[in-house]
């Protein structure tokens, strides 16, 4: 199997969880009466389309990424608002409020985004990375029940032909011994082996002494001899290397995992600047990268490649062991959308959802203290904060792109 199918794998599911995270927000939009001209799959030139109760459905050439239009997401310019900065020009908040407003056909204010309640906002621009959060659950559950746990087991994979001990390479003792690859070792030195710890603990207790072994081959057992060697860190070994077997998750452990993955990734994000920072200072001085780093799109796809690579020649238990990687890449893709998109700063929907939090709080405040309505938050005042972090956003991607090319990390 060669990295192809790998890289393939990650590039449609990236794809499409991207595709799923903006019906997160098509579909509740709509359902509150917002108007959504626009949904796309992908950038450039449209390679299909079709119009469908008001919305266009899009898929584009360029298959990265994709973006749904949502009608008047911010308010007309309130009276007094300022328009114009110190030398005469339109704002960026204005020019923002404008552009809204000419997008809103006549007649249909009252199905403009900014006409939604606080609560109804956020259920629009949380749709999104909920949909990526249930994705990574859905991927992890399947990886860890469908497919299940690896656990190394006492059924050989491999059986080493040479082993590297305190005097220097030698003939594998487990094959002298005549073990073959596929062989269950039952007992050790008249000690049964259950488990894969079982089997280690008791080949280290051997020492140098020639012992009897008793393996299961196609359904019968046999009594072998072997003498494990000492290697130069001092441990006893025989040369065996361990099978896997796989043994389905509970759903508390899928609760776990992912529970596990959530905080990684948060932890990653919070620390996200430090990270990038590191990954510029490795690229330009030849520092060694940080192998728990960062990564973008193609390092990811490298990733994947090698995972697929890893699983050539071992079979169909390799095959497993590989499907259960990529899957359980695509659930940590998933929650790396999630929580990124969390981050309360425009334009991720986390912005949003803070503009619409303290809307919310505002009106409430004023209800309390019997004021009139205060109407919609201004947002388009975060124009100006929307383009830095644009131009940041884009740097970084450059930055990873770059590094992931000339400097990437390897799993191996």
Known sequence: MSSLPGILVIIVGLLVSVALHELGHLIPAKRFGVLVPQYSVGFGPALWSRTWKGT??????????????????????????????????TTLAEEARRASSEEIPPGEEAHAFYRLSAPRKIVVMMGGPTVNLVLSILLMAVALIGIGVAAPSTTLQEVSSTVQAASGEVEGPAQVAGLQAGDTVVSWDRTSTPTWDDLRSAIAATGGRTVSVVVERDGAEQTLEVTPTQSGSGQWVAGVVAGYDYRRATPAEVGRQTWQLFTGTAGVVIRLPQAVWNVGNSLFTGAERDSAGVVSVVGVGRIAGEITTAGDGAGAAGAKQSVAALLSLLASLNMALFVFNLIPLPPLDGGHVAGAIFEGLRRAWARSRGRPDPGPADTARLMPLTYVMWVALM??????????????????
């Open 56 to 89: 266009t459905y899009v898929l584009r050439w360029i298959l990265l990424g994709g973006y749904v239009r949502i009608v008047g997401m911010f308010a007309p310019t309130r009276l007094g608002a300022r328009t114009t900065s110190r030398r005469g020009k």
């Open 395 to 412: 740097g970084m991607t450059v930055l990873l792109v770059v590094a992931d090319i000339i400097d990437p990390i390897s799993l191996t």
